[in-house]
């Protein structure tokens, strides 16, 4: 059974503050991971993918990639309250048509 | 790019009625859509993998007789609940894949959801 774990949280951390939010996985020949974002109600969005070992970043959002240690993280600085949501991790594990592999996310929330 | 579109947004149906919900790729062809369910304050929950002009496969679980779905073309699936029950209220998502475009084409795009009411 491939498996996707997250701390379901709450985060809280204050305005300005970096949110740092942890993913670990099962399936050891997993090659893409992702982070989504998902507001209450809503569905979800894609923050970014990330394929190779190190860091990746985008604007306020850095994704980090530990293959050994079968670990992703994904890093907001100056959270704003506005980033209060759940973040889904996911995991492609063989590749090709299957589905994504989710965590069940990590809910943050930004206090002002 | 990568957008997904979904019809209608919510709906309300009276308990024994069929439902059909429609998930369009905007700008691109999804060789392969998937269509997930998620309860309140829960996870999402993958009910079927759909592939363009080939039958669906359910999850374990997942009645195939009541959900039917129907990938007739490279930009629509469709998902149809049939004889619908209160129990069938959910917030219904589908996902769709680029795998001929030029991003990544293991990302799934979602749709906007489709809230169903039975009452």
């Known amino acids: 059974q491939k498996e996707v774990e997250q701390n379901s949280g709450p985060l809280s951390v204050p305005e300005g503050a970096i949110a740092s939010l942890n993913c670990t996985y099962s399936d050891r020949v997993s090659q893409s991971f992702f982070w989504y974002r998902q507001y209450s109600g809503k569905s979800p969005e894609l923050i970014m993918s990330?394929?190779?070992?190190g860091d990746k970043e985008d604007g306020r959002f850095t994704a980090q990639l530990n293959k050994a240690s079968q670990y992703v993280s994904l890093l907001i600085r100056d959270s704003q309250p506005s980033d209060s949501a759940t973040y889904l991790c996911?995991?492609?594990?063989?590749?090709?048509?299957?589905?994504?592999?989710f965590g069940k996310g990590t809910r943050l929330s930004v206090i002002a | 790019g990568a957008v997904v579109s979904q019809h209608p947004s919510w709906v309300i149906c009276k308990s024994g009625t069929s439902v059909k919900i429609e998930c369009r790729s905007l700008?691109?062809?999804?060789?392969?859509m998937f269509w997930y369910r998620q309860f309140p304050k829960q996870s999402l929950m993958l009910m079927a993998t759909?592939?363009?002009?080939?039958?669906?496969?359910?999850e374990q679980g997942v009645e195939k007789d009541k959900f039917l779905i129907n990938h007739a073309s490279l930009t629509l699936s469709t998902l149809t609940v049939t004889s619908a029950h209160p129990e069938d209220s959910s917030f219904y998502i589908c996902?769709?894949?680029?795998?001929f475009g030029y991003g990544d084409p293991d990302t799934q795009y979602f749709g906007p959801g489709t809230r169903l009411t039975v009452l």
């Open positions: 996902s769709a894949r680029d795998r």
């Open positions: 700008d691109f062809q999804a060789t392969t």
């Open positions: 759909s592939n363009e002009g080939s039958k669906a496969t359910y």
């Open positions: 990330i394929y190779s070992n």
């Open positions: 996911a995991v492609n594990p063989i590749g090709g048509n299957t589905p994504l592999v």
